[in-house]
């Protein structure tokens, strides 16, 4: 039982490291972000996602209503936006239910409009 506590402690230092806050790490993720419309069956029909980051803090909106950022959601948080740099996952808030993979980083499209990929979903 007393390793418990050693082990937290160690894997806290190990994640606080690497773990800045988003708009240190690279400022283009700053901004509002929603996701393509997808078909959410746990909501009963089309769902999107929004992120937003004003540099320190931020919103998580999963499964939220079409259009509408933050409404009905079916997962929302907020807080902290930081970012693991050596497995480029984010997370929001102090929870750590919601884990994103960041798959690409914000960019210029084709199109001209920014755009980023978390968990395969282009924002």
Known sequence: ????????LVTWLLFSCNTPDIG??????????QSEKYNAPSVGGLAQDFLTVDGRNGGLGIACQVNCPFCNCLIFQSGRVRINTSTNRIAVGGSIQQ?????????????GVWQMEINDLAY
Not at 99 to 111: G, Q, S, W
């Open 24 to 33: 240190e790490f690279n400022s283009d993720f700053i901004g509002e972000w």
């Open 1 to 8: 039982m007393k390793k418990c506590p050693f082990f937290l």
């Open 99 to 111: 884990i994103m993979t960041i798959t690409k980083e914000p960019f210029i499209n084709d199109d």
